[in-house]
DNA sequence: GTCTATAACCGGATAGAC
DNA sequence: GTCTATCCGGTTATAGAC
């Protein structure tokens, strides 16, 4: 369905092996350590690689933090494959979808704040706007079709079309969020995504009234400006 | 009216002068190299101030930053004083100053992403929810509250009361969108805060409509959890 | 051509003397 | 308040091994 990396993957069964182990141990490390507190060394130390190596595989310590969101969009894309096929109601397809967001990235929550920092990053190559980003992006965007589409909402083609690309805004909005949320069993999130889809999908249903055509034509306009800007 | 430093002020005038040095070599050499390309090093050198000294004035680059935020925000309160004076209808107040806000950073363009990416950062000390950044926060949400006020826009009080934190959050989204815009002249920024700004008052004005009561709800339910989130 | 390793570079940050 | 010397970690150069 993807392919789990940006740069090319490696060539060899030798290279395979050393590139798992690497981001394996990364990982681990950002769980035990947090991502500052993780140096390049000590990844490779532990991966029973030299330096040099880590930097064939992983151009910098960010695009290790590339392959982590990659990591967790396979996690999402397994966790939410049962509600897709069984429920069609959009609210709750959409609701059950972005909380599945958070339950799989909770574990990550200690270190999260600062991997989305460096990849919110306007400058930085992987921010989510940008060129090698964007097979994830897209993967992401994808993934919100797939909601809307299977779901028994009628939606006008103009929403329709540029719905996703919203939703996927919206997502990172609620990762935003959620990275800032110390509330017991981050439930102060969880009640953000329930009150905001909720939100959507009522203002989906009202987006025909006659007061909010003007203000549903100039929504669409901005969300066609942000994707094209992208 | 407002300190121009997170940090302690210096306490002798030799002091004042450094740190002022020291700020004026960092903007200048931002302008000229952008922010990564401009080292800590060369700053102090310009500054003529050893590298040590630099710390002890700032505690780190992104302090600078802090510091430069502070100047663009002066530059923005004195750019809209005489609009606030003059104008009293809430769209054209609301225009007016989010306008002047990307036309005082215009020239910091170049680097205002790496500028902007360095703050956005949640594990950053000086992002804007931050303890550090909360003086600069709650007057960027006062000027907000001054644009409501002045305005001959009447709202009901549970919107009035959380409207200027939410166009804070507003000229943040905007100042991300501008610092993608590659378009001649930022036209494409500029049309965005037009109709941003048209739309925001125009769903305030149909805030009472009673089919929108129940999102009006959700909404400022919303900001108001983010703004504690805060 | 693919992988690995060692050594060095560079720049942000800190320690501590004056 | 200022300096010099040093640390530390991301990154790069480059040479050798499979």
């Known amino acids: 369905m993807s392919i789990s990396s940006v740069t090319e993957p490696p060539k060899t069964k030798r290279g395979e092996t050393s590139r798992a182990a690497i981001f394996d141990a ?35 310590k960010e695009h290790l933090v590339l392959e982590f969101y990659w990591h967790t969009h396979q996690l999402h894309v397994a966790a939410i494959a049962p509600l897709l096929a069984r429920e069609h109601d959009l609210a709750a397809r959409l609701r059950g979808v972005v909380r599945a967001v958070i339950v799989t990235c909770e574990p990550f929550h200690a270190f999260a704040g600062a991997i989305f920092g460096t990849v919110a990053n306007p400058a930085s190559p992987l921010n989510p706007f940008g060129r090698e980003a964007k097979a994830l992006r897209d993967e992401v965007i994808e993934l919100y079709a797939g909601v809307v589409k299977g779901s028994d ?32 069993g981050r439930l102060r999130t969880l009640d953000v995504i329930d009150q905001t889809t909720d939100l959507i999908v009522r203002l989906l249903g009202l987006a025909n009234l006659p007061v909010l055509r003007g203000s549903r034509k100039r929504v669409l306009g901005l969300v066609r400006s942000i994707a094209a800007g992208a």
Request: glycine fraction near 6%; avoid cysteine; hydrophobic fraction near 50%.
């Open 26 to 60: 990364a990982l681990a490390l950002f769980l035990e350590r947090g991502y500052e507190a993780t140096t390049m060394r000590a990844i490779a130390e532990r991966a029973g690689v030299s330096l040099g190596s880590s930097y064939h595989y992983f151009a910098s």
């Open 153 to 184: 909402a009628r939606l006008p083609a103009d929403i329709a079309t540029e719905l996703p690309t919203l939703l996927w805004l919206y997502q990172m909005g609620i990762l935003y969020f959620w990275i800032f949320d110390r509330s017991q």
